[in-house]
């Protein structure tokens, strides 16, 4: 508990015990949403969090690390497994799924705590008043997105968590000189690494700022690495020592980050990649604070404000002296963001948060002065054009806290109360398969892990080429959705699971009508089921495929269609 302690000139410990009380009492919300849906009713809606759970199933058997859903099962070289053992706890106590979830659930939510009650140390720590760190930690836990991701079974929180504990320990390290505790947060920063391989950018932006404050600079940066190299030398060992031998696109999305990272992103294509992921990066920040419930030009350039004044802000506080190891790794973060093949959307800036948090406070406190200065002016239209800013930007203030309120309190449980429906309705079709399908069937399906989960049936997907998404190529995309077949008949699926195609891959309406009726019209497939949004074909065999097995007497006769 030493790491929670107030700063020097963080106040008494009187006002300590009431910061640490207003934390505690903003964690009732999120730990609300998790009680009302703790069957996680988003599950499988981002893929990484289903397939972090048929992970962490593999991890529970007792097994190597591997990726259960995937035909062939192979090894799990692309996710990191410290999230995934920790889900794996889940698997321990029940083995039946989906009654897991609850488990798997709550086990995620404990980061939040974790995270809430260091931020409460560290805001005073870069010189934040009692007040204002209320404002950042209340701005912070009650966020619709902190809300949302705390309530799924995705890393980004855990990896913050321990993040910020390594941040932490390398301040208390450096203020008291002490080499145990830089090791030690050197080790808690591997432990990082291991949540999410993006806490590389940690070891980066601690070596710079030891560099630059250490006063035995060369033994703390040492120390540093010693703690966290092993982590990282240990996960890339073990990743290439167990990689599946590929150079299939669609194994390589579930196998190796940086082989699919040199498939996806071409030279000719980097400033496309530069340009759009720049812009999802400050729209991804921005909708932290002005929540995306709509495409609107107007929602984003508020939102590319937004991020622009969090910047700026976060610049006024490193020339303050404070949050500079924060921003070091946030710096290196969005250079790998930049040039990620995946535009940065809420959920990659989540780790980022608590800096943009601060720097957006530290710019409307500079922001109020400057109109606090000119209300004093000696001219009278001076004073007036100072009241009606003020004016503006309580209104506009008031009005995104009340956009928050709204997407918190309404829209995001009527939103789960609706993926909760989708869901059962969505486990007709999982029953049907189970029941209907040869036991070692294998389907080609875009909720493959969920699919595997539910019935057994080993599953993968085909994933959209990042390229036809950063050249808006419609056509190109239209057709990869369209013309499965090949690819399954590739790849040994025999059956394809088609429940629509999802616009947020950047499709739109007419691209999404389109598919679905070369889905329907496509000789190759043969429905077989269909309720709702969901229809289940069988794959016809290529030619090929047909002339080879002519001559021997046997029968593949699909299962009726119900």
């Not at 009187?14 to 934390?23: D, G, K, Q, R, S």
């Not at 490193?318 to 924060?326: C, T």
């Not at 088609?498 to 499709?507: C, H, S």
Request: with cysteine; proline share 6%.
């Amino acid at each position: 508990m030493e790491a929670l302690r107030p700063a020097p000139g963080a106040g008494s410990k009187t006002e300590w015990l009431l910061t640490f009380t207003v934390a505690l009492a903003l964690l009732i919300p999120s730990a609300s949403l998790v009680w009302r849906f703790s069957d996680v009713p988003s599950f499988g809606d981002l893929h990484d969090d289903s397939v972090y759970y048929a992970s962490a199933k593999s991890l529970a058997g007792g097994g190597p690390y591997r990726i259960e859903s995937l035909p062939g099962e192979p090894a799990q070289t692309k996710y990191p497994p410290l999230y995934p053992l920790l889900l794996s706890t889940a698997w321990r106590i029940d083995p039946s799924f989906p009654g897991n979830l609850p488990i798997a659930a709550w086990l995620s939510w404990l980061a939040i705590p974790a995270i809430v009650l260091q931020l409460a140390w560290l805001f005073p720590k870069w010189g934040f008043s009692r007040r204002q760190t209320w404002v950042l930690l209340a701005l912070f836990a009650l966020n619709p997105y902190v809300l949302l991701f705390g309530a799924q079974l995705l890393s980004e929180t855990l990896f913050l968590a321990l993040v910020l504990g390594a941040m932490l320990l390398v301040d208390r390290g450096v203020a008291r000189e002490s080499l145990p505790l830089i090791l030690g947060a050197g080790i808690v920063g591997g432990l990082a690494y291991l949540t999410r391989s993006a806490g590389i950018a940690l070891l980066f932006g601690a070596i710079v700022y030891l560099w630059i404050t250490g006063r035995e600079r060369a033994k703390q940066i040492l120390y540093f690495i010693t703690g966290m190299l092993p982590f990282i030398a240990g996960w890339m060992l073990w990743s290439r020592m167990h990689q599946t031998t590929t150079n299939d696109p669609a194994l390589l999305y579930y196998l190796d980050y940086f082989r699919y990272q040199l498939y996806a992103v071409s030279f000719s294509d980097l400033h496309l990649v530069l340009w759009k992921n720049a812009d999802g990066l400050l729209w991804g920040m921005g909708s932290l604070i002005v929540p995306r419930v709509a495409d609107s030009i107007l929602i984003k350039d508020l939102s590319l404000a937004l991020a622009v004044a969090m910047i700026a802000g976060v610049v006024r506080l490193v020339r303050a002296g404070h949050g500079r190891l924060f921003a070091l790794f946030a710096f290196f973060s969005c250079g790998l963001l930049l040039v990620w093949h995946y535009p940065p959307n809420e959920r990659f800036v989540l780790p980022l948060f608590p800096l943009a948090l601060a720097g957006l406070v530290t710019e409307a406190d500079h922001f109020i002065g400057l109109l606090r200065g000119a209300l004093r002016h000696k001219q009278r239209d001076q004073r007036v054009v100072a009241k009606l800013m003020m004016a503006c930007a309580g209104c506009f203030a008031v009005a995104i806290l009340g956009l928050q309120a709204y997407v918190g309190i309404v829209y995001l449980p009527q939103n789960l109360v609706e993926k909760r429906a989708a869901k059962r309705e969505r486990q007709a079709s999982y029953e049907w398969v189970r029941a209907n399908t040869p036991a070692d069937a294998t389907i080609l399906s875009a909720d493959d892990p969920s699919m595997y989960l539910y019935t057994g049936r080993h599953a993968m997907r085909r994933t959209l080429p990042a390229s036809l998404w950063y050249r808006s190529d419609h056509t190109a995309m239209v057709d990869w959705f369209s013309h499965v077949e090949p690819f399954a008949q590739q790849h040994g699926l025999a059956y394809f699971d088609f429940a629509g195609v999802d616009i947020a891959q950047g499709l739109d309406d007419d691209d999404r009508d389109a598919v679905a009726k070369a889905v329907k019209d496509s000789a190759g497939l043969a429905p077989l089921f269909h309720q709702g949004p969901v229809t289940f074909f069988g794959v016809r065999p290529a030619a090929s495929d047909v002339r080879r097995s002519a001559s021997r007497p046997h029968t593949t006769d699909l299962p009726p269609t119900r």
